[in-house]
């Protein structure tokens, strides 16, 4: 889709704005300035944009109903044109709008100057940023919600799946694997939320504050408004356009879902290794080593995880930019867009590994199991079951800690101590049925309320969440 640019200047040959001056802009000036490379993706909002304004300016009496028809028969024209990869961008045209508008004139003649009546390249960029920006959310979200039904699936068959749960990654307390993805799913579902909050508040109408002031033509902006999709008009011509907050707002929430995934992958990274060996990666995402014949190395999270940084620079970058700029409308907003839609791009190919990667995830139940086994993972259990004999949890603590030290001495399991080496000297407190406690399956099933890791839990939790998708 991506046009070539000509870099051959053409100042002379209309579109060049230069009736002040009395020289030719300077060549490197010229491709300095110029935003073609990069704004050409803004086309087709770019046309939508000028089709609505258009259709406006009929019905305030600046068009007639003949020049708007030329108009749009022109535009929908040259959307063809690009879209067949038939218009040559023109670098000393600057920018799409000038491009499109240059064409426009040169398909329909004078009619076509009538276009840019009432309005700027101000409020027509903000424009074109926000309907381009709002689609591309609109995208995102389809993928997101996608992700989240394939986490829901394998947290789903998972329900059951001991494994240990890890602080400071050291095996904790056991869990289901259900459960630990279903964490995953709860980020995931903020993430989401964060875009959808994220279009609200940019889904207002820029155009109509023209340069600046607003135009003398008495616009009908919530025509315009309407006839793009936007939910209102901005309120006040000089913040319409020169603010580009959404922006830093979708490259903040996409750095945080970025560094959420970055998270999991991490995870994936980790348990996928010979060492963990907890699950295994589809082998059509993973890659192999050029010289070490047995790899099989998890690139694709790798790459997911490294991708976190940039769009955590496209963040700061968005930062800075508008830091300390002076209202109005600047040049420095033209750079509001490479950095805006990397961190789409980026987040929408991050999205589509996972939602490829997730589903085809395989689960190493045994080794998940006897993860859990070796890890003392039930010595709270142990500690709580203390407490319902009346032991204050801080001794209960204490006593398990001895029991623990017991069972390392003696190279055993927790469940594997007599009831006697349990209480330790003078004590008999435990009884016999701590061994329901001390199961890993006992451990889980007691975790049974709101948000804990009982599988009946689990199981419910994913039903409320595939109602949220
Ligand atoms: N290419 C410009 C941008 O992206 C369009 C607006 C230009 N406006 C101006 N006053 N120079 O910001």
Redesign the pocket.
């Known amino acids: 889709m991506e046009n070539s640019t000509s870099q051959t200047p053409h100042a002379a040959d209309g579109g060049s704005l230069r009736g002040r001056f009395s020289e030719a802009t300077d060549e490197f000036v010229q491709v300095f300035t110029a935003?073609i490379d990069f704004?050409q993706r803004l086309f087709r909002e770019d046309i939508a944009g000028s089709i609505a304004h258009a259709t406006m300016l009929e019905t305030i009496n600046v068009l007639t109903k003949a020049e708007l028809d030329q108009i749009v028969a022109g535009l929908q024209t040259i959307q063809a044109e690009i879209e067949g990869g038939r218009l040559q961008w023109r670098v000393d045209l600057?920018?799409v709008?000038m491009n499109i508008e240059h064409r426009l004139i040169e398909l329909i003649g004078d009619t076509g100057k009538k276009l840019h009546t009432g309005r700027?390249?101000?409020d027509?960029?903000a424009t074109d940023i926000r309907l381009h920006l709002r689609s591309s959310i609109d995208g995102l979200v389809e993928q997101q919600g996608q992700l989240m039904t394939a986490l829901a699936d394998l947290a789903e068959s998972n329900a059951d799946t001991i494994m240990p749960g890890f602080t400071h990654l050291q095996a904790a307390q056991p869990i289901t694997f259900g459960h630990h993805l279903m964490a995953w799913f709860e980020m995931l579902r903020r993430d989401r939320d964060r875009l959808l909050d994220c279009r609200k508040r940019l889904n207002q109408l820029p155009l109509g504050a023209a340069?600046l002031a607003g135009s003398p033509y008495k616009p009908n902006r919530a025509l315009v408004a309407e006839l793009l999709g936007f939910d209102g008009v901005c309120e006040n011509s000089l913040d319409a356009v020169s603010d580009r907050d959404f922006a830093i707002e979708f490259c903040a929430a996409t750095a945080l879902s970025l560094t959420h995934m970055s998270r999991w992958c991490e995870e994936m990274v980790l348990w996928s290794s010979q060492q963990f060996n907890f699950i295994t990666l589809p082998d059509r995402f993973c890659t192999g080593s050029s010289i070490m014949p047995q790899k099989k190395n998890p690139d694709v999270p790798e790459l997911i995880r490294g991708k976190t940084g940039r769009v955590n620079g496209h963040l700061i970058a968005l930062l800075t930019l508008m830091k300390s700029q002076p209202l109005a409308?600047n040049?420095d907003?033209?750079e509001d867009?490479e950095p805006l839609f990397d961190a789409i791009d980026t987040l929408a190919n991050c999205l589509t590994a996972l939602i490829g990667m997730v589903p085809n995830i395989q689960a190493n139940k045994d080794v998940m199991l006897d993860a859990t086994l070796i890890g003392f993972t039930t010595a709270t259990d142990l500690a709580d079951y203390l407490v319902r004999k009346n032991v204050p949890f801080r001794d209960a603590h204490e006593l398990v800690g001895q029991a623990v030290q017991l069972a390392v001495s003696l190279g055993k399991g927790l469940e594997e101590l007599s009831v006697e080496e349990l209480n330790g000297p003078g004590q008999s407190v435990i009884e016999s049925d701590i061994y329901d406690v001390l199961t890993l399956q006992g451990s889980i099933a007691s975790r049974d309320h709101l948000g804990g890791t009982a599988p009946s839990q689990v199981r419910k939790a994913i039903a409320r969440a595939r109602a949220t998708i």
Do not use: P, T
Request: aromatic share 6%; no cysteine.
């Open positions: 935003s704004d600057e920018d709008h700027s390249r101000n027509q960029v340069a409308y040049k907003n033209q867009k």
